[in-house]
């Protein structure tokens, strides 16, 4: 693998970039949404074509036509969202339209699931190649999607955003695949957000910024700070500054809280936590760990067994979200696009999906809805046309904005933001960072579910640690480093 | 990515931009090929297509398919549909008939008691559909079979010699139009008006567009079904109730087939199988058009089978270009 360089016409995307990897090495690229890494790694994969500029490999001028040949050439792409057969097993997912065959076209069940250990073990996935693929987690459902890229015997694999949804623990597993990957000659690009996960694989890390290159560094001579001022122009605070009283009343108290008997598989147990007037509480966990299923029953969502809710010491009754929301508590979902965004609606009618009472029973007033949209396009600087084009048009941390301005617009007393800065690029998430400082400050109580830890210990005044179901541990913010919260996170579970 | 700061100041431009977008839709295009087709066909046969007698008969046969097709429209902007509509229009028609021929209730009370029954069928559509979770296909495709088992149960082949304070309000005429055509335009702005600016009907877009995050968003989604069911219902028993009153005639297989017509009409007018898209107007401009094509089939000539085979290729035809288009339009 010796050089890659192009450039677009017509609508510039990606102006005389430059691209190197050698063989043996960990590449990552790095810069905000829209900077222009897609179309390079599409450009790479064969779905584009470049302009101008040519792509090398191992020294020979080559072009890629199409996905096939760049899976010919030996790039093989594990792409961010997951493009797996959910109903199928995990060795025709591995193998999908290759499977090994025997005469008359009758696939060979036995070396298909031999060949599929085989790599299901080199991703360190303990499960049976037979499993069909959606009774996987997230996470499992990720090391799936590298073992169909290692199928291919690549040359090159390009990862991006392979730990959006993936906990510490699965990180460091993915490391060690990259690891094994990087000694056996492969070359890897690494696109991602995070930067300190960055700091921990890569070798090497290119900058774009606009479609322009800034820089290509060495990682042991660059730092964070240096590479969000190259991804953004501007330096960012990122610092949660405000010390809260303790002594605020408390706005959301959960007693007892248990999944109902009925169910096949209870995962919630006795939790009990609360969160004051002004405080943002983080609940850290690994994944399956119930954070987002204990939102959704505080949400009116999932059926709840015992337990009560209270807000601001009152008791509520919530069966619904209808509920949830006039006891004054705000839901952001997990994924934006799956659960909190309408995408092929307008900015606007986003906005206002949480309180449509507001604008009128009997007769709508549309002037309104745009006048609140470009309130918030203005405050959460949402960058559109109009708010009168599809969320869908827009880049994921302005679809978060839009998710979160619809619950601004609500003004709940208790906002669950789960997830809000997955797949965010490093401007977009401190502003969503921002945000939430602000609606504390205003009086509001923010629960705040993350695997991303530096996030949660970043933005948290207390922090709750769950664990299968339950509530390992509390900590607040002096006590609570990586390590500790880490350990509550999987006591047990080792 | 550099924020293009476009200030809308003039209220004009502001309310037109709070409209929905998409400068390409396919009810435009229909009206545009509508349009088209009238001009043609007025030229070519001046004398049998362009008057007023045939616009009338053409509008007079769409009443029916007009009325399900409101119905229709709503169901699948709220991402569902009904199946069983054709089978309701019969089955109501039929059961409003025995109410006041062989019970001898008087007609206001038969036409009550035949859209109670309508709205019953509708929310069992609906129970199944929303609380118990069976697919909508499956669930309107089975009780479709049920409507039309009851119609026939009841009617036989169908029941004649209405009384005739019941088949002349189907048959009154007012400015050349027969009542049921006046019913059909009444509905259809109602509908227009509830789909735009009403909370209760603008959910469904929302349910259709997403109807996950539409009930994260406090939208009762279970309920909303619910009602579009037993809408439906209600809109399908009229336009049986209708037409027997227009023909005082009540036909146990009168529906048969009206529910993929009614289909077809919406989709050629902008509604997607996905949901979260169309508009009652796009609706009555596919109505519209399904019954002018039939028209002009018939005054150029060509035997009955052509139709089906026109009708199709038009709504393939139509879906694809839309499809081709919209991916030119987002990269």
Known sequence: ?494 | MPNSDVQISDPLVKKKAAQRPGLFSREVALAGVTIFTILLFWILYPTSFGNFRNFSAIVRNLAFEGILAIGMMIMLIGGSFDLSVGSMASMIGVVTAALMKGWNWPVPLAVAGGLLVAALGGFLNGFIVAKVKVNALITTLGTMGIFQGIALLIGGPGITYLPESFSQFGQAEFLGLQSPVWVLIILALLAHYAMSYTRVFRQFYYIGSNAKAANLSGINVQRLQIVSFVLMGMLAGLAGILYASRIATATSTLGVGAELQAITAVILGGASLAGGRGTIWGAMIGVFFMGLMKNVLIISRFSSEWQGIVLGAVLVAAVAIDSVVNRRQSP
Not at chain 1, 138 to 167: G, H, M, R
């Open chain 1, 1 to 494: 693998m010796d050089g890659i360089r192009k450039s677009f016409e017509g609508n510039v995307v990606l102006k005389d970039v430059s691209f190197h990897l050698s063989a043996g090495e960990v590449h990552a690229l790095v810069g905000e949404n829209g900077a222009g890494k897609s179309t390079l790694m599409n450009i790479l994969a064969g779905v584009h074509q470049p302009g101008l500029g040519t792509v090398r490999l191992r020294g020979a001028n080559l072009t890629i036509p199409d996905e096939k040949a760049a899976q010919r050439l030996g790039i093989a792409i594990v792409f961010q969202e997951r493009s797996l057969f959910g109903q199928l097993s995990i060795a025709e997912n591995i193998f999908a339209a290759r499977q090994p065959e025997k005469r008359f076209g009758r696939i060979d069940r036995e070396r298909l699931y031999e060949e599929a250990r085989v790599l299901l073990k080199r991703t360190g996935l303990d499960e049976d190649p037979r499993t069909s693929v959606e009774e996987l987690s997230p996470a499992q459902q990720q090391l799936v999607e590298i073992a169909k890229a290692l199928s291919f015997c690549p040359a090159i694999v390009i990862f991006d955003e392979p730990t959006s949804s993936l906990t510490e623990r699965e990180t460091q597993g993915l490391f060690g695949v990259i690891r094994q990957l990087k000694a056996s000659g492969v070359g890897v690009i690494y696109i991602s957000h995070r930067l300190r996960e960055i700091f921990q694989i890569a070798d090497r890390v290119t900058v774009l910024k606009d479609g322009e290159n800034q820089g290509t560094l060495q990682l042991a001579e660059t730092s964070t700070d240096d590479l969000i001022q190259r991804m953004v122009g501007r330096s960012l605070q990122l610092r949660h500054q405000d010390a809260v009283a303790a002594g605020n009343p408390i706005f959301l108290e959960v007693r007892n809280l248990s999944d109902p008997k009925s169910v096949t598989k209870p995962l919630l147990k006795e939790i009990s936590f609360n969160a004051r007037q002004g405080e943002i509480v983080g609940l850290a966990g690994l994944a399956g760990a119930g954070r987002t299923e204990l939102a959704l029953a505080i949400f009116g969502v999932r059926p709840r067994g015992t337990g009560q809710i209270l807000v601001r010491g009152k008791q509520v009754e919530i069966n619904s979200p209808t509920q949830a929301i006039a006891a004054g508590i705000g839901y952001v979902a997990e994924d934006r696009k799956e659960g909190g965004l309408f995408l092929e609606m307008t900015i606007a009618e986003n906005v206002a999906a949480a309180c449509l009472r507001r604008f009128g029973e009997f007769r709508l007033n549309w002037c309104e809805h745009v006048a609140v949209a470009e309130r918030f396009r203005k405050s959460l600087r949402i960058a559109c046309r109009t708010t009168s084009q599809t969320v869908q048009s827009l880049s994921g941390g302005n679809q978060q904005k839009v998710a979160l301005a619809k619950w601004l617009l609500v003004n709940p007393t208790i906002l669950i933001v789960d997830e809000p800065t997955r797949g965010v690029d490093v401007g977009a998430k401190a502003e969503v960072h921002e945000l939430l400082y602000s609606l504390s400050r205003q009086g509001a109580a923010v629960v705040a579910i993350s695997s991303d830890l530096p996030e949660i210990l970043d933005i948290s005044d207390r922090i709750y640690v769950m664990r299968e179901g339950t509530i390992a541990g509390e900590l607040s913010r002096r006590d609570a480093a990586e390590e500790s919260i880490m350990r509550l996170a999987s006591l047990s579970a080792n």
